[in-house]
């Protein structure tokens, strides 16, 4: 069975998607082959007679490798005479009658900033904390390789030509909203079958008693294999677009997580877990030694390097897992493994009263003090939960531009405390949002923001009705939904520093697709009441995977 991206049927010069209306651009035409032009010998040329035209107006698929594009041209001259709009050379549109606005001679090769894929419709995108952008019916042009050429105004010339150029088009329906792609900076892939369980005892208790347990058994490749084929698939239609996974200790779960990955087109970054504290850990699931955990890793990073991925949707990242399971040794030989590969790291840090008095104890300063001495507090590290860190280490993080991945549901179980996230992004620390699965009982993104939004509503408000009302909580710390999608996507983009969590040209056309009038949905935008601004709101609080009928990575279809 062939799990790959889903194949797109082209029809016409269309995508078609579930749920979608098919609105044909250009009726299928009759095509012959023409074969070589005379100045692009490697280019096999297709005519396609356009049907609304006669002699004087022609297309032609140019075929260049995985390339294709669509030129008017005149008819009967091939050779000397194709002729190119809405390419980087010749921007004029045609003219309403479907003929070439301006004529540009075709005389190099296919550039690669023509767009394979145009998207019509109504973007909603949060480029910082407080700021909702919506981008009303424009035209957005995605590249062979992913990356979005331009956004313009449907109707506007620059669009004409994106929509005439590209080899499909998709339209949006009035009621579908395009928006980026969720990134789960935190989430453990070995936990999928413990999701929605076991959250009845504290932080170092679960490890022991359900989680060791459970990752100690990915040394069967098969039941590895088994639990990535479900788990993948399922959070792409959850809209999770980019994942930071921890995996176990095994090599082989490790890469065959990756290589899950790559076939299903989700974009991820896969860590091997490296654990070896003969105290923090159980002796049936630990690296044997530092060495051989520090081996392992670097193991790790050269097979997931060493995949096929053309479009560079997958890498690895340094994971040792939290400071409490790993020796000094192992540490360090993990911190010089980051400076050596310049792969990201990740790890667990100050998240629950335990965990980050126990650092404190061993190495007499917080975590983030410790990892930054060891040489794992780099630009790009994650750092799982953090809500025990004070405004030095807020200001430490921020500082080399690591960041913190915020796991708001998971916090209300194993934190003893709510993420102070106003604090931090005031000092300047890039935050993405993650689930940690399973420590998070819920795999999708969109949960996230809304519970993230909740856990400061009643860390602002507090939870002692018998205290005075004003000595309850913590006053302005709220956050909104805005913030929330914020983190992720913008937020957690910046935090990995990949061009990411916005549809905006330079970024990877990753992308959600939410339909907004599906039968029995919760999720509904009603006439005359909702703005965009609700409908943003209503998206992020209700959209479920039913709601979400297409999802992107990297220009591709995926869900
Ligand atoms: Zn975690």
Redesign the pocket.
Known sequence: MHHGPQALEPHGNQYLVDGLEPSVHRPRAQTRTIGDTPRRNAIDAELVEHPNSGVENTLVVLRNCSSLRTVPVHGGDLGTRILLRGSSRCTRPPNDRGLPGERCTYDDGVDDKTPVLAVQGTILQTPTPNALEVHSDVVLAVGGEGDILAVEPSGSSAALAITDCAVRTLRLSPSQRLLPGLIDT?I?APQWPQLGVGLDIPLERWLFEYTFPLESRYADAAFAQSVWDHMVPSLLSYGTTTAVY?CTIHEEATRLLAETCLREGQRAYVGRVAMDHPEGTPEYYRDESAVAGVSASARSIEQIRALDDPLHLVQPIITPRFIPACTDELLRGLGELAARTQALVQT?CSESDWEHGYVIDRHGCSDTESLRRLGLLRRGTVL?HGNHLGDADLVSIASVGAGVAHCPLSNAYFAGAVFPTQRALRLGVQIGLGS?VS?GAHPGLLPQCAMAVTSTRIGEDGVDALLPAAQRGMPDTRIDTVTAFHLATAGGAGLLGAPLGLLEPGRQFDAIVVDLEREHSALRAWDGLDTEDRIFEKIVRLASPADISAVFVAGRRVR
């Open positions: 935190h453990h921890f667990h799982a940690d420590g």
